[in-house]
């Protein structure tokens, strides 16, 4: 099985790629800055913003070069930055929306192809429950993963006869340093990298009969409110 995930030098990525590639399949990875911590013959790094489609484009085409096609594509580069839409710059919109809704409407263009070729493969979407559940500072976030599930529900009608299944995952609160965010010891109750890898890894598992198209994950016993 060949892999693509981009955004995967840090965080969510690079917990996903480790986790294929400790189950023996062989990964690429996409960044902007593409050094990792990771060490195997079957990993291959690239440098690429998915923001740009000639860069998603060059991901696929390494990614069939180097392993021989593309089985599944993790689209998980994204970015947040929190702020009021009062002062949210032009810039802090036009990244956000261009990596994590364009992004991946290029990547994903440039994987199907590739996917056919192959008589079939799986798009892993990674989504975030902000999607859903809107709150202050994070308008163009938000908006950004509530458009992102609802391409993903119609890819799914698109590509399902393609033998290509498409998901979505909706992780809440990660423990990462996402958005500038500063990891401290108090937040132990939030979700790990390694848990959304898992679910991506358990997703792509799944008999090929059955298509679980979304996943709400969130940590099991946040802080109560007071």
Partial sequence: MVVLVTGGSKGIGLAIAKAFLD????????????????RSARLHAVQADVRKPEDAQKLVNEAVAR?????VLVNNAGIGRFVNVADMTLDDWHAIIETNLNGVFYCTRAAIPAMRRRGGGFIVNISSLAGKNAFPGAAAYCASKAALNQFSEA?????????????YVMPGSVATEFGGHEVTGAESWKLTSEDVAKVVLDLVSHDPRSLPSRVELRPSRPPRKS
């Fill in 23 to 38: 189950r023996g399949e062989d990964v690429v990875i996409g960044a902007r800055a593409p050094s990792t911590s990771l």
């Fill in 67 to 71: 392993f021989g096609g593309l089985d």
């Fill in 155 to 167: 890819l799914m009608q698109e590509l399902r006869y393609d033998n290509i299944r498409v998901s």
